[in-house]
């Protein structure tokens, strides 16, 4: 007993240090983590990873459309947030949420512009090529606030974002041309894609 | 010899365990660094922290100046974060970080609404007793980008930010009301000012 105490508590000390896994970080914060059905499972901590940027109203077809405009907050897993500062690349297993929010005017002594309100809607975007060979990337909806889902089967690759992403985003599946502190780093390390053209529209 | 390694080992093990400093952890990343002269080191790695929310255009005095409207994004550090997330309120040391940038219209396949652009300005807010003892809470203007001030005095507290967040914060001397999901947080542990009233407007 004497000595397992001691034994017991260095190797506490160094399974933290070293970040060993324990039993509860079975899902790792840094891995996409799909359900036994093969849907992925909403992730639960997204507001502590590190946010890309925000949009005002974008709108990639015809703008004026009356809709009113909702703040779009994009979000990376922190870990491939850094490989892509290293690399201006994305590595395996990274996840993106998307985060529709209302815009609101005339919160408390705001008098002009838009501050963020609740939730719309929450979309994510996964590199995985074991998951899905075909593209690379899977796109997935978990429906509209407040009643998310739980866990959100992958969109059918006929759904527009797997077109829309393939042909106008600036570095690999992703829209790095909205994002200023990630499209300084892709043009430096010149990871941006050749065909990218940034006066190109949507048809 | 034989026993001064595994001890060197174990010390070194519990050191980042308990996250004891280390001589090259002199900046502690949830801390705020000042200078030998008392001026505020500015933040290097704040777009990994905790983002909050964003505005557009966000305007506290008379609306309608016809100034381009900017964006805002704020972020604060993770530790104060994550207590914030437990107690509603935020610990001593808390940083935040106030960044302006560019609202762009047009990029990229973008036809509506607005996108961020480039740094406009920089600027901090620290909730520290020990550095600031009549207010609490300390103010700091980085300047201008590209140019921004390696450290920065704090403003004078005459400077309107005192006055303004004091008054009209919805939690402690900050704009809570202004972070969706922290004050829904707020609001069940019951934070929030009792004097903060919602349609209060600035004269």
Redesign the interface.
Known sequence: MKTILPLTL?F???A??LRVPTQAQAARPDQPTYSSDGKLVRPADY??W??L?????????????GRN?M?D?V?VM?EA??QFMQTGTWPEKTIFVLEI?R?ETN?????????????VALEVEVKDRSRFPETGWGFFNFGDAPNFQAAAAALPTSATCYS?HRQ?T?VENT?V??Y??LMEVARRLGTVKPAYD?A???Q
Request: glycine share 14%; hydrophobic share 35%.
């Open positions: 260095v506490w000390a160094f933290v240090a507001r502590e590190v946010y940027s925000s949009g005002l109203g974008m709108t990639y077809g015809p703008a004026g459309t405009p703040f907050n979000f922190r947030y850094r929010r815009a919160v408390s002594i705001n008098n002009g512009g838009q501050t963020q309100g609740g939730m829309c106008n600036a829209f041309q909205f200023p502190t940034p190109h529209k949507v």
